[in-house]
């Protein structure tokens, strides 16, 4: 197509926005309360997520020795469980160090003198141990099988309640949002299909007219992808907008309002959440303003 021919599309397409103003506008607010909704849904389930893999990155499960064991197979048992794809960190605590954070933690500074009786006998001398940090919470059954079976290791403790309320957590997370895209999607679709459908109907005779002249299907569609693409790029720019500083206001709000919770709660950073958004908001309502415009067209196209 030349380029001349490309300009009168492009203008064609604009026209038709204007000719069907009260339907272009309503599927412009249609799709930018299809996109804020969506919005709304990925800030929640993203920052639920972040905070899951927050608390997942904390779990760790606590592996014991058997006694006696020499601090060189202590070592090889630490390489082996380092090994592990998944491990993110493994912290040892000798039986001096597990004594010490005992006394701190059942005598506490005010009564540390109560146990000078133990200095030289340290009752925990068979507790040292790893603490095993991993990604993710999944994986905790069969990292705590592997570690088991390592030989010299005789306890393994975890925290199956936590790992597995973590995991149903994040897949609830992604069932939620897969449901509630599709549903999203699918109503703009049918909007903005619609809305095109009216347009291709205004100008029904010219399009008689144009395929008499000898046409081709794609110059009498272009104006209509323009219309297609210009109400989906409309739809996605003012809700973004208008969630991105509602996000940073409401995010700052929560931790000043109630900064108890900053200890508890760890929000996504407003940069990184819309690093991603954005480009999803505008390739998704793009994407729907080409497919609407496409399917009304071949309907109408293939009825003539």
């Not at 090889?76 to 933690?105: C, P, R």
Request: charged letters at 20%; one cysteine or more; proline letters at 2%.
């Amino acid at each position: 197509m030349k380029f001349k021919s490309l300009g009168y599309c492009f203008v064609q397409g604009l026209k038709n926005i204007g000719r069907n103003r009260i339907f272009s506008l309503a599927s412009v607010v249609t799709m930018s309360l299809c996109i804020f909704v969506l919005g709304l849904f990925y800030s929640i389930t993203t920052n639920v997520s972040f905070m899951v893999d927050q608390m997942s990155e904390s779990l760790c499960v606590k592996v014991f020795f058997e006694k006696g064991i020499a601090e060189e197979r202590i070592e090889s048992i630490g390489n082996s469980i380092n090994e592990y794809d998944g491990v993110t960190m493994v912290h040892f605590t000798s039986a001096d160090e597990a004594w010490e954070q005992y006394k701190l933690e059942y005598f506490g500074e005010e009564y540390m003198d109560l146990a000078d009786g133990y200095a030289d006998d340290n009752p925990l001398k068979d507790a040292a141990s790893y603490e095993v940090y991993f990604s993710n919470a999944d994986m905790q059954d069969d990292l705590v099988k592997y570690i088991s079976d390592i030989d010299g290791v005789r306890r393994v403790n975890s925290s199956e309640v936590t790992a597995d309320s973590l995991s149903e957590i994040s897949s609830l997370v992604s069932v939620v949002s897969i449901v509630v895209l599709v549903m999203l999607t699918a109503i703009a679709l049918f909007l903005i299909s619609n809305t095109i459908s009216i347009g291709i109907a205004v100008r029904d005779e010219e399009i008689k007219i144009m395929r008499l002249l000898g046409a081709h299907n794609t110059f009498i569609r272009a104006p209509f992808v323009v219309e297609g693409i210009v109400i989906g790029m409309a739809g996605a720019v003012i809700p973004v907008i208008i969630l991105y500083a509602v996000y940073g206001n409401v995010v700052n709000y929560i931790l000043t309002k109630f900064s108890f919770l900053s200890n508890i709660l760890s929000f996504m950073p407003v940069t990184e959440l819309f690093k991603v958004f954005v480009p999803m908001a505008l390739i998704l309502s793009i994407g729907l303003g080409l497919l609407g415009s496409f399917l009304s067209l071949n309907r109408h196209l293939k009825e003539k």
